[in-house]
Structures are given as structure tokens and as C-alpha cells.
């Protein structure tokens, strides 16, 4: 009887591991990298700088850094837009003696806001929108009220720090490229248009990489440096684990998960808040999605707890280790950042918990 059991029990575990694997969705995250290496390759860091420099002398740099945060983050993989930003951010902190804290802060808070927004916005969004089954217009219909309010209390609440922080110095951009944006356009008319006619997601994400070779004709070789394989192989190993663990657990863990995808708030916000910032955002998705079934309208639900989540301490997105390893290899304190980021992340959070989503 007990070898039979035991049969029975690693039968069920091997379907359950091959019933919850979508090749898919690993096939979307790398098309997702590829879009990111096409724009980088497109030399994209010096039009981000350039847009800083010229919107900065209007607003402030800390409200320039909102802006190309938020705007950017929903077309590139929010990882990519603190790549670029983070290093110029700590140099000029550097250079001219402001104080890093809140432009590090406002990158990371706007980076995890604006990459909710979109199906491809971030990773865990693409693993919600591969297994929710709905176009992308009607993803963004379901995210963008709790994102823009949640954009908004932030943006006052950074308020008295943008003062501080002044107008910016010395952060033209040189050689930058007209192609990186309209990259960035057509990949959004793609992948928009793809789903309304009811295309694949996979499908859009690689065209609209392949697409890139049109503006990337000659830079093959810079493509693939710039291709972060590394990134995206942890990534892939974070949520295979991640499923495997969450199989081998379900029995005890499937009650909570169906709490938290039920949409009951503040109960549900709570619980996905907790998991994304015990083990990162993109592993608590893969965890909901692992142990229990996600209704299709509750999936842009989730992206925008686990996205605004992900604002509050240092583990919960991917993003903010980066932006704080980046900071620390710079010779800045992380402990203010920190700090910061706890209370602004948390107010970030609010629109989320309050069932605005």
C-alpha cells in the first residue's frame, strides 16, 4: 500500500510539473530580453539621457526621472531602464554632490508603477498575461486606474524632495539615436495591434524583436553583448524552482493562494504583498500561478499587487537589487535608500491594498 502510495504521489507531482511548464512563457521572457538588447543596441542609453537633460531643466530632475521612469518602463523591461539610468544617476550624484537617495528612489518607484501597467511590462506581468488569455487592451483596461493613482500620491509625496534635488547638469546625451524611440512605438503598435486581431503573445514579442534588426542591421555583435543572458537564465531558474517548490508544497499552501487570487481586499493585496517581499515579486507570481487557478480578469489584479509590492523593500522586484547593487559599486550609502524606499514604496502600495485595483 505504501509503495503504491508513493507511486500514486510522484505520478501526480510529474503530471502536475508538466501541466504547470508553458513553454511559452519562457519563449516571451526571452523575446522580452532580445526587445531590450535591440533598444540598448540603438544606443537608447543617450536618448534617455538626452530626454533627462532637456525635460530636468524644466520640471526638476527628480520629476525628469518619474517621467522617463514611467514612460519608458511600460515598452522595455523595467530591469533595462535601471540599467541605464541607475549608473548615470550615482555619477552625478557623484559629481555634483546631490544626494542620490531620491532620484535612486523615484527610479525604482516608477520603474515598478509604469512596468505594471503593460502585459509586458515586466516578467511577471508576461507570465499573468500568457496564462490569463486576454488581449493586451484589456490588460491595460484592468491596470491603469490603480497605476495612475498610485503615480499621482507618489509624485506628491516626492514633492519637497524634487526641490532639493534642483535642475540637472551635465547629462546630455551624445550620439543618441531617433531610431531607439520609434523602436520603442512600433513594438507597442505591435504587440497591441497583434493581440486585437488575436495573434499569439508569443508570436507579437518576436516579431516585434525581429523587427529590431531593421534598425540593427550592422550591429549584430553589439546585440548579443548586450543580450543579458545571465539575467534571464536566473530568471528562468527562479521560476522553475519556484514551481517545482510550490508543487511539492501545494496541499499546505493552496488555501492561502486561493485567498489571495480571490480579490477580497484588503486580504488579498496583504498576502501577495507579503510574498513578493519574502521572495521577490516574479517567484510569488509563478508560486499563485503554480498552485492555484488565476480567474482571467484577476491576473492585471495581481500584476499591479505584485508590481507596486515590489516597491517596498529591497528584495521585493528584481529592479531594486539592482538599483541598490549599482548604487553600492558607485560608493553610495544604501542605508538612506533604503529607508526612503520603504516609506515610499509603501504609499506607492496603498492604491493596490485599498481594492483599487
Do not use: C
Not at 514612460?71 to 555619477?91: A, E, G, M, Q, R
Not at 531617433?178 to 486581431?197: D, N, T
Not at 543580450?227 to 528562468?236: N, P, R, V
Amino acid at each position: 500500500m505504501s509503495i503504491l502510495f508513493q507511486f500514486e504521489h510522484s505520478e501526480y507531482a510529474i503530471r502536475s510539473l508538466l501541466e504547470s511548464f508553458d513553454p511559452s512563457v519562457y519563449a516571451s521572457l526571452a523575446f522580452l530580453f532580445g526587445i531590450a538588447a535591440q533598444f540598448r543596441a540603438m544606443n537608447g542609453y543617450s536618448l534617455l539621457r538626452k530626454i533627462l537633460s532637456s525635460l530636468g531643466s524644466k520640471v526638476g530632475l527628480l520629476y525628469a526621472v518619474v517621467f522617463v521612469s514611467a514612460i519608458f518602463s511600460p515598452l522595455i523591461l523595467n530591469d533595462v531602464v535601471i540599467l541605464i539610468l541607475s549608473p548615470v544617476l550615482v555619477k552625478y550624484s557623484r559629481d555634483f554632490k546631490v544626494d542620490a537617495a531620491p532620484l535612486i528612489v523615484a527610479e525604482i518607484t516608477y520603474t515598478n508603477i509604469g512596468s505594471s501597467l503593460t502585459p509586458f511590462g515586466n516578467p511577471q506581468n508576461i507570465l499573468l498575461w500568457e496564462k490569463s488569455g486576454l488581449s493586451a487592451q484589456e490588460f491595460v483596461r484592468l491596470t491603469w486606474m490603480p497605476i495612475v493613482v498610485s503615480a499621482l500620491v507618489t509624485a506628491l509625496v516626492l514633492y519637497p524632495l524634487n526641490k532639493k534635488v534642483g535642475a540637472p547638469k551635465g547629462l546630455e546625451g551624445k550620439g543618441w539615436s531617433l531610431g531607439s524611440a520609434v523602436y520603442l512605438v512600433l513594438v507597442g503598435i505591435i504587440i497591441f495591434s497583434f493581440s486585437f486581431l488575436g495573434v499569439s503573445d508569443v508570436l507579437s514579442l518576436g516579431i516585434s524583436f525581429f523587427a529590431g534588426f531593421a534598425f540593427n542591421r550592422r550591429r549584430l555583435r553589439k546585440i548579443r553583448g548586450e543580450f543579458d543572458a545571465k539575467s534571464l537564465l536566473i530568471l528562468y531558474l527562479l521560476i522553475a524552482s519556484v514551481t517545482v517548490a510550490s508543487i511539492v508544497l501545494r496541499p499546505l499552501i493552496t488555501p492561502y493562494a486561493e485567498l489571495a487570487v480571490l480579490g477580497n481586499q484588503p486580504l488579498a493585496g496583504s498576502l501577495v504583498a507579503l510574498l513578493s517581499n519574502v521572495i521577490s515579486n516574479v517567484p510569488a507570481t509563478q508560486f499563485f500561478l503554480t498552485v492555484t487557478n488565476v480567474p482571467p480578469r484577476l491576473a492585471p489584479v495581481i500584476a499591479v499587487e505584485a508590481g507596486l509590492a515590489g516597491n517596498i523593500d529591497p528584495i521585493g522586484s528584481l529592479a531594486n537589487l539592482l538599483a541598490l547593487s549599482i548604487a553600492k559599486q558607485g560608493g553610495l550609502a544604501i542605508k538612506r535608500i533604503v529607508v526612503l524606499q520603504l516609506f515610499i514604496g509603501t504609499i506607492s502600495f496603498l492604491p493596490a491594498l485599498l481594492g483599487l485595483a
